[in-house]
Structure formats: C-alpha cells, structure tokens
C-alpha cells in the first residue's frame, strides 16, 4: 500500500534535503525547529490492464454514448492529443496517448470511418520533432497516418485552418482549428499530469489561436488564479470553462478521453530522487554521489542529454471517457488522490530544487525565463487553498540559471530577455510588449515550419509567475548566474546559508521554512 | 620645450606591438614614444601661427601608432619624428582661443583649393598631403613640420584655426575634433535614411567617435531611430543621454536591430536590417557584424580606424551594400541641401549636447605613459576620453 504524503518536521537528526539544481543536485541542511519538508505521496498503483481500461471507458463513458454509438461511415473524425510538454519526464513507450488513438482508431475503423485527422494540440507550443511524434502516437500510427498528411500539428497562426466560433458573454474571442469545429466528432486524448491539465483547457487552449488564447494568458488572469491546480478558485479555468460552453453552442462535439498517472518518475539509478532522504539506502546514496561527481565534471550540453533521455516509468492510474466537464471532475479527484498532501498553514519562506525540465524545454534547454516559471508559475501554485508561503515571505530556489538559450526553440525568448528584462520586470509593463512579440512575422514564420515556440510564448511564462512575484516579498536564487538572476529581478545567492541571511531582511532571523521536495509532483492542500 | 615625439623606429614599433598585449604601460616606455626637450618647430609660411595647447585629446589612432599597430599604409603619408596630437584646444600667437581642424589641406599647402571656400578635409585628390614646403602628413600630430598636440608649442596654417566662442569651455572645445568625426559619419548616413519611412541607424561602438556619431545622428538626422551597442555600463549611460532609442551590449545588437525593423534571421544575417550602421570600431569582427545587420543596399560606414581586416564579403556582394570610409571632415551637405562646415557643426554641437561629459580625465604631459595607459583601457574604467592638461604646465613650457 503506497504510503500518503508526508510532511517531515526538521529536528536535529534530520539528514539534509535533497535539492534540484538543474541538471545537478545538492544536499542542504534546513534549520532544525522551524523547517519542514513536504514529501509527495508514494506512486498508486497502475491499472493491471491498460489496454481494457481504455476499451471500457469508450465504451462506458461518463454522460455521453458509447465512442463506438458516435461513429458512422462517412463522417468527419478528428482525434487531436497533448504534445510533447506532458507528462513529463516523457513516459516509457508506448505512451498511452498511442494505446488510447489505437483504441479510437480501431473503433472507427469497426464503424466503417475513414475521414480521421490526427492533429497534435501544440497551441503556442513549438512543433513536435518526427521522433517526438512517433514517441507519442507510436509507429503503427505514424507510418498510416503522417505520410498522406492526416497526423499534423495544429497551426495557430494559418488563418486557412483556424474557425472563429463567436464569444464568451466576458467578450472572450473563440478561435479554434477549423478540422477539429467542424468534424462530425472531435475526440481529445489528454494526459492529465496535474489538476490544471484537461477539461475544457484541452480545446479551449490546445488547439487555440493567439486571438482566442491572450483572453486568459494574460497577466490579470493569471494573478486571479489562486491558485491553478484549483479549478474553482481560477480565472485561468472560468474562462476556459466560457470558451467550452461556446464551443458547446456551435455545435462542436467533444468526447474527451482524461488519463492520470502516478508518480513514479525517475527510473533507476535516479529512483533515489524521490525517495525521503533518511530512508536511503547504501545504494541509494552510492547512487547520490555517484552521479553527483559525475554531473559536476560533465559538460552542461551532455548532462542536458543524459537528463533528456530519462523515460519515466509513470503508469495510467486511471482513464475516463465522456462528456467534458463531467470527465474532468473524476480526474480531478483522481489528481488528488495521487497529488493531495495536507499542510498545516504557510510559512514565511519556500525552498524548491528547481530540476532540468518544465514543459517548455523537453529535449531542449531550461533558459532563466522558464526558471522563473518552472519555480513561480508551476512549483508555487502547487497548492490549494493558501499558498505555501504567506504573503511578503521569501522564496527560495537552487538552480544555474545559466543565460542560456535554444536558439531553435526559444527564439523570442531571448529577445524577451535582452530586450524586455533589462527594461522591466514588471509583469504589467512585461505586458506593454506583448503584441509586437505576437505579431513579429520572423517568430511568426519559425512557429509554423521550424521549431519555435511562438513569439508571445516567453510573456506567457512570465505572466505564469506574476502571483507568486505579487505575493512574494524576495526571490532568491542560490547558485544561479549572478547577472541572469539580477536580469529577472532576483536576489542571488552562493549558499542557501547566504538565501537564508538574506531573507533575513524581510522575514526576520527566526523565519519558519517549508521546502517543496518536487518532483515527483503533489499539491499542497494548506489549511 | 618638452613634447611626446615618435620617432621612425622599426624595432619600437615591434616591441610596442609585442608589449601592447600584455600592458600599455610597457608599450609606451618599450615603443618608438619618447618624452623629449625639442625646439618648437619653425613657422613654415606668412599664414601660419604659433599655437600653445591648453587641452589636446589622445585618439585611437594616436594609440595604435603608440602601441605599434599603425597600418603599414601611413607610411608613406606620415613624416618622422612627428609629436602626435589633434584633438587641440590652444591659443594663438594673436591671442585668440582657437580649435585646430588638422588635416594639412590645400591651403596650408599652398596648393589650389578643390573648389572655392573647400575646408581642408576636401577634395578628392590627396597628393597635396605629400607635397613641399611641408614634409608629408596627412594631419597635424604626424606630421615631421607642423608638430602636434602633445607638446607645449606647434604650428597651424590660417586655414586650419576655428576660433572658439566665449561660451564653449575647454573641455567642451577638445571634442570638436572628434565630434566634427563623428557628425561627418552621421551626414554619410543622409542619403540611405532622409525621406524613408521609420529609418533605423545602428551604431556598433560607443567610444568617443561612437558616442560623437550618436550626437551627430540624433542632432543633424531627424526622426532617425538609433540603436547602439556599447560595452560598457559608462558608454551604455552617455549613449543614451546623447540621443540613442535603445542602447544594447554589442552582442545583443543583430537582435535589436531586426526587432526594430522587423525583418527575418537567415543565418547569422538579417534579411533586411538597418538602412545604415556606422561601425565606430574598425575590426574584423566590427565589421562583419555590421555587413550582417545593415540591409540589401544599405550603408556601412566605416568610422573606427581599421588597420589589416580578414572579412567574408559574400554578403556585401549579394547584399550590394555599401562600406564606405569615414575619416575626418570637410564641408558637409545637410538633409535640407544646405551646406555647411563639419567644424562649425561639431563647435555648435559640443556646446549643446555637452560633450565636455565625455572628457573624463585629463593628466599632465609629464604624466604620458599613465594618461595613455588610461586611454587605452577607458571603457573598463569607466572613462571615454582623456586629455592631456598644458594650462597649468610649466615644466612643458621650458
């Protein structure tokens, strides 16, 4: 029986924490009395037949018909899926988004359907790599469908493949891809690695324009989104959820197909990642030095590979079929049910290890803008209710934060730096630049045939941080390129003994601290 | 009197070279500079003057012939020993506070002038600079008759002598020489930015002739939006002040610059670019970099004194662009088709753009090989131009 989360108060015996830095890791001793460290729940169990499950739930879906009853010959099917940014790490093959499109295929397939389109939901994201879709959707579908143009990437910016479906009473523009409105049936194949992921967000945002997604990616959303692994208590959903009841009323047809999976992230020799430190074994610390010594002398491009290519182990715990809205409620709980740790009230500072992905650098690099969101837009939203840290406390994070940049993946990125840091930081006055990022025809051009993240996509990060930098009275992060830091409006720090003293301005000298052990993910339910 | 004297040494030249790359200081005391008691030079005509310097600047090109880097191609334009110097503010022998323009023209010649009222920077034949009563020079400070600013005496030609107005201070007359530079750069720029919709200059260093361009762009070239790539935290402050819309470290520049206009990446070149770049360093790396972000058919002007250069100039040919030299002054035609000495624009835009904040130390002559030594690393230590003081130097004078 896997065992709930944990948090572990810091006392004397306490061995020190393992830290993320990157792709690297330290061992830190927290101050004993006044820390404590929140540990994710053990992995639950996989479902034992992945393939039935799937098959069941087509079949016994929540609110809706039978996926087979939906079929006829001659209509339009479009199945469009999560791109390369879920899960995380990317999961050991086959992935279940190809195990569930082959399910959906064989279903059309029994229905005598053959008008399927395979679309993968990038919205902004950069275009998936052949490789990275044969990953996803697995050979078979690949070879079928790619070669005569049926597997493609949604194109946010081709105005040809795009249907405005009208607005939201908030005046809310509804754009979407224009195979995936007009199909007879759109089924949508979601990884729903945290309690953000899925529901309306699939559509309403995956396969979203610029036009229809700047109505909740902007900086007033996100710092009304309090936080997003709560769907009720953020803006970011309510107006998703508006979206989705206007795709309703156009007639577009979703059957969602939700998965969760457990938290069983790191393979061996890095299992010890996610184990609670004083619970090591020999192995496990041997396997800590190790790679530790090992890390230190590798140059950073080859221990960016070396990370990259971890598949995680992760299983489906569960997978749900149906009408949307309904779906996403048992997901949700299925989230929680894996993620959901209680805490006991915030405290005046949070620690994270900030590690060598987001989902914005798969196969790529974690530049200091997706630093500053992997910690504040991701890891400090991990909560509901409170945040973990109270408002005006401190938070720290370890990390390089070298200023480097994918020049393929993130041109825009480093134009937002160069350009739109040095002048502010400010998340309303980030806001100020974003249309020319937006508009701009080269980041236009890169998103639609090379492998850019599109022009707006670093304001979007930037804007994800905008409450926890609202909230919190310092940043701090240990380790990081001092210029780099200072570019996103951080303090540096060498030791997290210097984080602690400088915090000590704002939190005083006896601050209480909480330290995230992610990942694995969890959320914090702070009473 | 007391003077800085070069004189034609091979050997110093290479050991200047040599000790160049470890120390400035070593350069200058290893190197073909000496600090010496000479006769001030003889006047060569009825028209000339006997000038004492109060403050003379130390250029780039000074240091390059200090530190042995001096293109092989002055060798037969320069005449030895030559005391270098003309950035001069000085008084006359008539009692007047005067700026020297020191190229040695048709006039102090005595040679026709290319056309009537020419200045001495014009013309387009240059074989007055090697002509008789004069021994060759391309300018005062090196030239063998003349002598130059770093000394307590030298002589200039009537022609050559702008008398400086009550109101411009000292400090502010020793930049005229190097604003009248970096104003002419600016004017080059007319033809490829006057009458175009949203122009955008970019200006790759922000040194003294950098910063004079940026004065001269935002005060002669209306409308025109500047980007500058400047090194240091001194030059990126001064760049701003005198005018530049956006001021990046030089390696951020191709990226600002295709922001502005808006225009694709291909490679490490701009699709379009800049419609000019006045490049105020001069090295192959300079260079290159402005080829790249300046577009099709744009100008790159070629301010920085460059010496030997290794380019990849398949750009320039496809790209047909312009790389066109920048050296001094003369009589400039301004975006309304007037016309104008350089000499007089830089006297009016020194006062006003208050490039006395450029002069950022000034050290007695007999303080050379430290005032060099400073020139030398200005950016890094926060400085743009230093001068050496002659008001209060008697030790010079004797």
């Known amino acids: 029986m896997p065992r709930p989360g944990f948090v572990h108060h810091v006392d004397r015996s306490t061995p020190p924490t393992l830290f993320w830095r990157g792709e690297g890791f330290s061992l830190e001793r927290l101050p004993a009395d006044r820390s404590r460290i929140i540990y994710a729940p053990e992995p639950l169990p996989a479902i034992d037949d992945i393939d039935g499950s799937i098959r069941h739930a087509l079949e016994h879906p929540i609110d809706d018909d039978p996926l087979s009853s939906k079929m006829f010959p001659g209509m339009k099917l479009t199945i469009a899926f999560d791109d390369v940014s879920l899960p995380l790490p990317k999961m050991r093959r086959p992935d279940i988004r190809q195990r569930i499109i082959e399910a959906v295929l064989d279903t059309a397939a029994a229905a005598g359907v053959d008008d399927v389109h395979i679309i993968a939901a990038l919205a902004l994201h950069r275009r998936m790599t052949e490789a990275e879709l044969r990953h996803a959707v697995g050979d078979r579908v690949y070879d079928a469908f790619a070669p005569r143009g049926l597997l493609y990437q949604h194109d946010a910016e081709d105005p040809d493949a795009l249907a405005y479906l009208g607005t939201t009473p908030h005046g809310e523009e509804v754009e979407i891809n224009k195979r995936a409105a007009e199909s007879d049936l759109l089924v949508y194949v979601n990884i729903n690695l945290v309690a953000m992921d899925g529901g309306w967000k699939s559509t309403a945002t995956g396969l979203a324009s610029y036009r229809s997604l700047r109505h909740h990616h902007n900086v007033h959303t996100m710092q009304h989104s309090r936080s997003f692994m709560d769907q009720h208590r953020s803006e970011l959903h309510k107006s998703n959820w508006r979206m989705g009841k206007v795709l309703v009323d156009s007639g577009v047809k979703v059957f969602q197909i939700e998965t969760t999976l457990n938290t069983d992230t790191f393979p061996q020799p890095f299992d010890f990642l996610s184990k609670r430190e004083w619970e090591w074994s020999a192995r496990d610390r041997a396997a800590f030095v190790a790679s530790s010594k090992s890390l230190a002398r590798t140059p950073v491009r080859l221990a960016r590979k070396i990370f990259h290519s971890i598949e995680a182990p992760h299983q489906m715990t569960s997978v749900q079929a149906g009408a949307v809205e309904a779906v996403h409620r048992v997901t949700t709980e299925h989230v929680y049910r894996q993620q959901l740790v209680e805490v006991q009230g915030q405290t005046d500072i949070l620690t994270m290890g900030i590690p060598y992905i987001c989902p914005y650098n798969v196969h790529s690099i974690m530049n200091p803008i997706l630093v500053m969101c992997t910690g504040l837009g991701y890891f400090f939203n991990l909560y509901r209710n409170k945040p973990l840290v109270r408002e005006g406390g401190v938070i720290i994070m370890t990390h390089p934060t070298l200023p480097d940049f994918h020049p393929v993946h993130h041109p825009s990125y480093i134009d937002f730096y160069e350009q739109v840091l040095s002048q502010t930081t400010d998340p309303k006055e980030v806001e100020k630049y974003e249309r020319r990022f937006a508009e701009d025809d080269w980041y236009r051009h890169l998103y639609r045939t090379s492998y850019a993240y599109h022009g707006v996509h670093p304001f979007y990060m930037w804007y994800w941080g905008s409450h926890a930098m609202q909230h919190a009275g310092r940043v701090i992060i240990v380790g990081g390129d001092t210029a780099a830091v200072r570019r996103l409006g951080f303090t540096p720090a060498s030791t997290m003994s210097d984080a602690f003293e400088l915090a000590s301005d704002v939190v005083g000298r006896s601050p209480t601290i909480t330290h995230l052990h992610t990942p694995p993910l969890m959320v914090a339910d702070v009473s | ?398």
């Open chain 2, 1 to 398: 009197m007391r003077a800085l004297q070069v004189r034609r040494n091979p050997g110093r030249f290479g050991l200047a070279r040599l000790a160049a790359g470890i120390d400035t200081r070593a350069a200058v005391r290893m190197g073909p500079l000496e600090y010496v008691r000479i006769d001030p030079p003889d006047l060569p005509g009825p028209d000339w003057h006997r000038v004492r310097p109060r403050l003379t600047g130390i250029c780039g090109s000074d240091l390059a012939t200090v530190e042995g880097h001096a293109a092989p191609y002055f060798d037969d334009w320069v005449s030895f020993p030559f005391v270098p110097g003309h950035e001069i503010v000085g008084d006359t022998d008539d009692g007047r506070r005067v700026v020297i323009e020191p190229v040695l023209g048709h006039a102090a010649r005595g040679c026709p002038l290319p056309f009537p009222d020419a200045a001495p920077g014009d013309g387009d034949d240059y074989a007055h600079l090697v002509r008789p009563p004069l021994e060759p020079g391309i300018q005062i400070g090196f030239c063998a008759s003349t002598g130059g600013g770093w000394a307590s005496e030298l002589v200039a030609h009537a022609s050559q002598l702008h008398t400086v107005p009550d109101h411009v201070t000292d400090e502010q007359a020793v930049m005229v020489e190097p604003a009248a530079g970096g104003i002419h750069a600016a004017l080059m720029c007319a033809t490829k930015v006057v009458g175009v919709d949203a122009p955008v200059v970019a200006v790759l260093g922000a040194g003294t002739m950098g910063l004079c361009a940026v004065a001269g762009l935002r005060r002669y070239l209306h409308g025109v939006r500047i980007i500058v790539g400047a090194r240091y935290p001194v030059q990126q402050r001064l760049a701003k002040a005198l005018g530049a819309d956006e001021v990046v470290d030089p390696a951020e520049l191709p990226r600002a610059v295709r922001r502005a206009v808006g225009c694709h990446m291909v490679g490490d070149h701009l699709s379009g670019g800049a419609h000019a770049t006045i490049d105020a360093v001069g090295s192959s790396a300079s260079i290159g970099t402005s080829l790249r972000i300046t577009r099709p058919r744009g100008r790159v002007v070629l301010l920085g004194m460059p010496a030997e250069v290794r380019l990849e100039l398949t750009g320039l040919w496809h790209r047909e662009t312009e790389l066109v030299g920048a050296y001094t002054y003369g009589t400039e035609t301004l975006p309304d088709g007037s016309r104008a000495r350089t000499f007089d624009l830089a006297l009016d835009t020194v006062a006003s753009c208050e490039l006395q904040r450029l002069v950022s130390a000034t050290y007695p002559l007999a303080d050379h090989v430290e005032a060099l030594r400073h020139a030398a690393a200005a950016g890094r230590r926060g400085a743009v131009k230093i001068a050496f003081d002659l008001r209060s130097s008697q030790e010079a004078r004797r």
